[in-house]
């Protein structure tokens, strides 16, 4: 039967010296040898038929050491219960270099999750926002659509300007030889916008359709495909047509450009839009106001293991991301001073709201049942088209990553009410646009 015996190191800091019987170490210890003695090919042995003290003679650092991992595996959830202590993060194992006679003893240091006793909510101080669309914001979308609303009407015979859309094929070629990814069909092109390599635009201007134009063009020598930069490329172009810019003229014609009824429909949908964006806002806004004020009037002691634990993980998550977005990772980023200060500040933040918000979820009885979750992945599905909301709601249900995250926002959301609801709060409203100026400064 395993042993524990608990002594405090400091705050969230514990050690736990465990003892396991030596006949649990001599068992695993000869079925370790068993395992090996039918695998080991020894010169003057058949398989399974070497003898232990041979085996033990051969290979006993290997015996120790597999023995001593499995005993612990087999038998870590069990010390980790009987010391009745939840650890924060892996423990750290130390095994005793001298082993007594009747037990195998190791030791593990195991950090657990702070306790806080939050402060009376009552106490709290803070602003709720409302951010409310007025007529502004929504005349303000329409007439941004008006200018980047355009369709292009095929003219033939119609040189071609910035502006226009042209449809091109084309094949490059380096030193007369053909190289990957420089051949196009029907590729869509607006003069103007320097999509392509800067000089090829410029040379389909006053072409029409049905015009072959050799482009010449000098890759940059920054340029992202490495085989390709700083060289020289002949493309074989031909114009399929070219296609004049056309705005709408009014909103009703702007709403059938859209896939709209009329201009009624149109506003309809912005304004339907541009709320759920207020709501949205006027819940973040109160949201960071609350947790701002809930972090400023508790304490939250957090071991250093744990901290560093999250720092780790961070840091690997910033690493997965650029990797998946195709930037170069360079290491002497991850040592910079400025970056780890700048992780260990949203490391600090964010473990003592988690802990603060769960402080918050057990003194309110905050829950959410299944009928919130379904209502919230319902909402969710308004964002997609309406033939495709079941397969939207069947996806996210078989997603549990997913799932989770979204139980637990929904968790996040209850506690900020919450505390809203108990705090002495005033509040104050503003327009979308003006909190849309206010993100967009980083205020």
């Known amino acids: 039967m395993i042993q524990t015996e608990v002594k405090a190191l400091g705050s969230n800091e514990h050690q736990v010296h465990v003892r396991i019987p030596r006949g649990e170490y001599d068992r695993i210890y000869a079925e370790q040898i068993q395992k090996l003695s039918r695998q080991a090919r020894l010169p003057g042995f058949r398989p399974g038929k070497t003898p232990n003290q041979v085996i033990e003679k051969q290979f006993g650092a290997k015996l ?3 023995t001593v991992s499995e005993l612990i595996q087999s ?9 009745g202590l939840v650890p924060a993060v892996q423990p750290e194992l130390d095994i005793l270099a001298v082993q007594g006679a009747d037990s195998f003893e190791f030791t593990m240091k195991v950090t657990t999750w702070p306790k806080v006793k ?3 909510l009552s106490k709290l101080k803070f602003d709720t926002t409302t951010v409310d669309v007025e007529a502004s914001d929504i005349e303000s979308v329409i007439e ?12 033939r015979g119609s040189k071609a300007e910035d502006g226009d859309q042209l449809h091109i094929d084309f094949v490059g070629s380096i030193d007369g ?14 003069l103007g916008e320097g999509r392509f390599i800067p000089g090829f635009e410029e040379q389909l201007l006053g072409h029409v ?21 700083g060289k020289h490329a002949s493309f074989a172009v031909t114009v399929k047509s070219v296609g004049k810019p056309v705005q709408a003229d009014n909103e009703d014609d702007l709403a059938r450009m859209l896939g709209f009824d009329d201009a009624k429909a149109l506003h309809a949908d912005v304004e339907a839009r541009l709320n759920e964006e207020a709501e949205q806002a006027s819940f973040s806004s109160t949201r960071e106001a609350a947790l701002d004020a809930l972090l400023a009037a508790n304490d939250v002691d957090l071991p250093e293991a744990l901290i560093a634990e999250d720092m780790r993980t961070t840091t690997q998550r910033v690493l997965e991301n650029m990797k998946q977005q195709g930037v170069p990772a360079d290491r002497a980023m991850f040592e910079d001073d400025a970056f780890k200060k700048e992780v260990r500040e949203r490391s600090e933040k964010g473990l003592k709201l988690s802990i603060l918000l769960q402080t918050v979820r057990e003194l309110g009885d905050v829950s959410a049942d299944d009928a919130e979750v ?12 309406e033939d495709q909301h079941e397969q939207f709601k069947a996806w996210i249900k078989g997603q549990q990553d997913q799932m989770a995250s979204l139980r637990e926002r929904l968790l996040e959301r209850k506690c900020v009410e919450y505390i809203v609801s108990k705090a002495k709060t005033k509040s104050v409203s503003k327009p979308l646009s003006v909190w849309q100026a206010e993100q967009d400064k980083g205020e």
């Open 64 to 66: 120790h050491d597999d």
């Open 209 to 229: 359709a049905g015009d072959d134009v050799t482009v010449e063009v000098t890759f940059p020598e920054q340029y992202q495909a490495a085989h390709l930069a």
């Open 75 to 83: 038998n870590y959830v069990e010390a980790i219960e009987s010391s």
């Open 177 to 190: 030889e053909p190289f990957d990814g420089g051949k196009g069909e029907d590729v869509a092109l607006v």
């Open 374 to 385: 379904d209502a919230e992945i319902d909402r969710q599905a308004q964002q997609y088209p």
């Open 144 to 155: 941004r659509l008006q200018k980047s609303q355009v369709k292009f009407n095929i003219e």
């Open 118 to 120: 939050v402060k009376s």
